[in-house]
């Protein structure tokens, strides 16, 4: 009698671990005394322990669902007939059951169709991501997105796609406006060009006239003229030469940009000393010392650093102390981390008030008179045009009567030109 009722509760225990195995919910089993009630009592715990984790989310369940539906980018899932089965939130205007179950081609510009078309077919069929921009429309409006499309795979085949959009429309509409901006600026340095052709030639014609016939009168009218007369003609003389240079220095000015050359590498070692062969007839009428110290090589326009230093030196020359031999030195320092070199112009000359730091640089800018110092007031404007395109600053130290320092920071390699 005994024998039998332990193979009966043997026979139920064997069928309680076969549904436990089925993973069926709420399996108990009846404890019977006997010598199975300890390990009754143990699948009884198992199975409390297994109902309790069936009902309970995973973490990784719950916390993939709270991270794709609170993305700020639109995913979605589609079969392979491209038909939206899931997407993680409802778009302006469309509700999720207006989604699901459509076509993601109906959210497609026509005229992207079928290039989307055969982006989707390619990730079906290969199996590789994609990555493409489009324009998309729907009831509720238009914009531009850019989407990854990548392949679901069940075991070896490919049941469907994903697809994670990121609205670019802002984006987008920026690089139209920039893009808008640039071909306006091309239109304008164009204009500027044209101008420039006209200044050197058609504006200039007439001043050469006027001084040369200037220059016939005067020679014809030797003795003749009253000496108010002859102070008028001279005036006209000076006024139509300053007015060349006035064209020229312009001209110079415009062509920082629009005539400018690749950058190459460029000794500014050398370029110090060709410079200094240029002004050598100035240097010596001035009695200047000038030293040049150790100078670094970078990529830059060879005739536009030429430009810039014989500017600064020109200027150092030009605004000296009267009685005073000019003194000069042009320095650099090197900054290998950031990849950049600061030259330093510095003389002994009148100096400047730094209060007018803002004004020496811009055009027809002047902190002296011309009758005591020549110029345009163009020359410090060119330099730092091209400091600018070459991605430098320039700037400067002064206080009147004790010279100035003009500090040129310059990239010592360029990833552009302009």
Do not use: W
């Amino acid at each position: 009698m005994a024998e039998a009722q332990g193979e009966a509760a043997l026979e139920q225990l064997l069928h309680f671990v076969s549904r436990l195995r089925a993973n069926e919910p709420n399996v108990r089993y009846h404890i019977a005394e006997g010598p199975l009630s300890p390990l009754a009592k143990a699948l009884n715990e198992l199975a409390s322990e297994l109902d309790a984790r069936r009902s309970a989310p995973s973490a990784d369940q719950f916390g993939l669902r709270a991270l794709v539906e609170h993305a700020s980018n639109l995913m979605l899932t589609c079969d392979t007939e491209a038909r939206v089965r899931y997407i993680n939130y409802a778009v302006p205007g469309l509700t999720l059951d207006m989604i699901r179950g459509r076509s993601v081609y109906d959210f497609v510009s026509p005229n992207d169709l079928e290039r989307v078309r055969g982006l989707y077919q390619r990730v079906l069929t290969t199996g590789e991501s994609v990555e493409f921009e489009t324009q998309v429309s729907s009831e509720a409006g238009s914009g531009y997105f850019r989407t990854r499309a990548a392949p679901i795979r069940s075991g070896a085949q490919i049941t469907g796609f994903t697809a994670i959009t990121t609205e670019i429309t802002d984006l987008k509409k920026a690089q139209q406006g920039l893009e808008q901006s640039l071909r306006q600026l091309e239109q304008s340095n164009r204009e500027l060009e044209s101008f420039a052709s006209v200044a050197s030639h058609d504006l200039q014609e007439p001043l050469r006239k006027i001084q040369s016939f200037g220059e016939r009168l005067k020679n014809m009218t030797e003795g003749a003229l009253n000496p108010e007369a002859r102070d008028y003609l001279e005036r006209m003389q000076s006024a139509a030469a300053r007015m060349r240079r006035l064209i020229d220095d312009l001209l110079t000015f415009s062509r920082v940009s629009s005539q400018a050359k690749p950058f190459t590498q460029v000794e500014l070692s050398q370029v110090a000393q060709e410079v200094l062969g240029d002004l050598e007839v100035a240097i010596e009428q001035a009695g200047a010392a000038v030293t040049v110290g150790p100078l670094p090589a970078l990529k830059a326009d060879p005739l536009q650093m030429r430009q810039l230093l014989q500017n600064l030196l020109s200027n150092a020359l030009k605004f000296r102390q009267e009685g005073v031999a000019p003194r000069i030195s042009v320095e650099a320092t090197v900054d290998t981390a950031a990849r950049r070199c600061e030259v330093r112009v510095r003389d002994n000359g009148i100096g400047f008030d730094e209060k007018y730091l803002d004004r020496l640089f811009n055009l027809f800018q002047r902190l002296h008179g011309q009758s005591r110092y020549a110029g345009t007031g163009i020359g410090l404007a060119i330099c730092r045009k091209i400091v600018e395109r070459h991605g430098g600053t320039l700037t400067a130290r002064s206080a009147p009567g004790q010279g100035a320092t003009f500090l040129v920071a310059l990239p010592l390699e360029q990833h552009f030109s302009l």
